[in-house]
């Protein structure tokens, strides 16, 4: 069942008797009223100072015991809400709905996170039918875990830091109309999940903030990205092993690393993505355009793959397929087995690069790529200083339309 909030949608707010109406799509004229569980009845200050935790994993327990649909209020006028590590689990009695209004902001005090919790912030587990949204924001506080990157400072040990909203094992999730700014490391993770829509989401951070992705997307099938801004310092969207019925639409990407369909298949391991659809989407300054990259030893497949309607400003790399990839940190030793990649369209892409190789189709001697389509292509050096080129090794690719520039005729 899909509950209908957010910015454009039909909410109507009785606060006084702490009650709100609202409708479900599903049947149109079915109507239920929710019950209100705020943050600020169950101790919450929102100063930004006192530690909310409590308050906020305390109106989730009410909230998710009700058998009435229930709504948790965070609430706005410039509040800020202080948590720590914190896990809202489910199953919960009836739907709920999580309605961020003010401020949600990551505790500085990275000594709360002891070795176990440190890769999560907010988690939301095993809740089905939930609806996220408010136009609130979502503020990781990231600063002090970015100057801990082994990124940045070189001499530190590399240990993961926080992603600020995981929802695991949340079946039927709408996100809709929310900002996250600065998280620790990744932004949203979508992680064993089905039918899941993100929708209207603003997700900002430093170009320069170590591993700080948009939304990643693992283990998930029917999922569906539309309207969302991800400015980032790494990949806007990375979708992982186990991605099934993909479509992202609407994306405006950059800073950052692009979109991105991997790293599949480290450590040998065995890779599964197939059915995603990624149409209309800007990307500005990106490390990357549309990409696919695997590791050497990995198996598995990626395909039925399409990336369409992309407009590329001064992006480095715009539509690469890296299916020998292996980083010095982990020495590739000749590995004969790769992840299986076809099946893939690129079709009306536009714009600049700032490297001349704007299409890289890098596949493996033992499992080329095949079925790549190339359509209509326009890919020109920034500022229009000198042509573009392509490479490809190990690729079965066909063209239509114009492409530009002329595929698989560089040097490599
Ligand atoms: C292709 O991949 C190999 C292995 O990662 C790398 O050494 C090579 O530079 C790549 N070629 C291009 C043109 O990117």
Not at 31 to 36: E, P, S
Not at 125 to 145: H, K, M, P, R, T
Not at 180 to 199: F, T, Y
Not at 202 to 210: D, H, L, R, V
Request: with cysteine.
């Amino acid at each position: 069942m899909e509950m209908a909030f957010g910015v454009s949608k039909p909410v109507i707010f009785f606060m006084a008797h702490v009650t709100i109406t609202f409708f479900f799509l599903v049947s149109g004229a079915a109507r239920a009223t929710a019950q209100v569980f705020s943050v600020d009845s169950y101790g919450g200050r929102g100063d930004g100072v006192r530690d909310d935790t409590q308050a906020l994993a305390k109106a989730w327990a009410a909230a998710c015991a009700s058998p009435r649909p229930a709504v948790v209020l965070v609430p706005g006028a410039g509040k800020h809400y202080l948590l720590k590590q914190l896990t809202l689990s489910g199953p919960c009695k009836s739907t709920v709905t999580l309605m961020v209004k003010g401020t949600l902001v990551a505790s500085p005090d990275m000594s709360s996170w002891n070795d176990e919790n440190r890769r999560y912030w907010i988690v939301i587990s095993g809740v089905d039918g939930l609806a996220v949204g408010g136009g609130g924001e979502i503020d990781g506080n990231g600063e002090g875990w970015w100057k801990n990157s082994c990124k940045i400072n070189t001499a530190l040990p590399c240990k993961g830091a926080p992603t600020a909203l995981t929802f695991h094992s949340c079946n039927n999730l709408r996100v809709d109309g929310l900002k996250m700014v600065n998280s620790q490391q990744i932004h949203m993770s979508v992680e064993d999940c089905i039918g899941v829509q993100l929708a209207h989401l603003s997700i900002t951070a430093p170009g320069t903030s170590p591993n700080t992705d948009g939304i990643h997307i693992t283990r998930s099938r029917n999922v569906q990205v539309s309207d969302c801004t991800i400015k980032t310092g790494d990949d806007c969207i990375s979708i992982e092993d186990g991605t099934h019925d993909l479509h992202v639409t609407r994306l405006v990407c950059g800073p950052g690393h692009g979109i991105s369909i991997g790293s599949l298949g480290d450590d040998n391991s065995r890779a599964e993505v197939s059915g995603i659809f990624i149409d209309t989407v800007q990307l500005y300054g990106t490390t990357n355009g549309a990409r696919i990259k695997t590791w050497q030893g990995g198996s598995g497949y990626a395909n039925n793959i399409v990336f369409q309607n992309m407009l590329m400003n001064n992006v480095k790399n715009p539509i690469i397929i890296d299916q020998n990839y292996c980083d010095s940190a982990k020495p590739c030793k000749a590995q004969g087995s790769a992840v299986e990649v076809s099946n893939v369209v690129f079709k009306n892409i536009k714009g600049t690069t700032i490297s001349e190789n704007a299409i890289n189709l890098n596949c493996s001697k033992n499992f080329p790529c095949y079925d790549i389509a190339l359509q209509d292509i326009n890919l020109k050096m920034v500022g229009g200083s000198g042509g573009t080129e392509s490479t490809c090794q190990n690729a079965k690719w066909r063209k239509s339309g114009i492409v530009v520039p002329q595929p698989c005729t560089g040097k490599n």
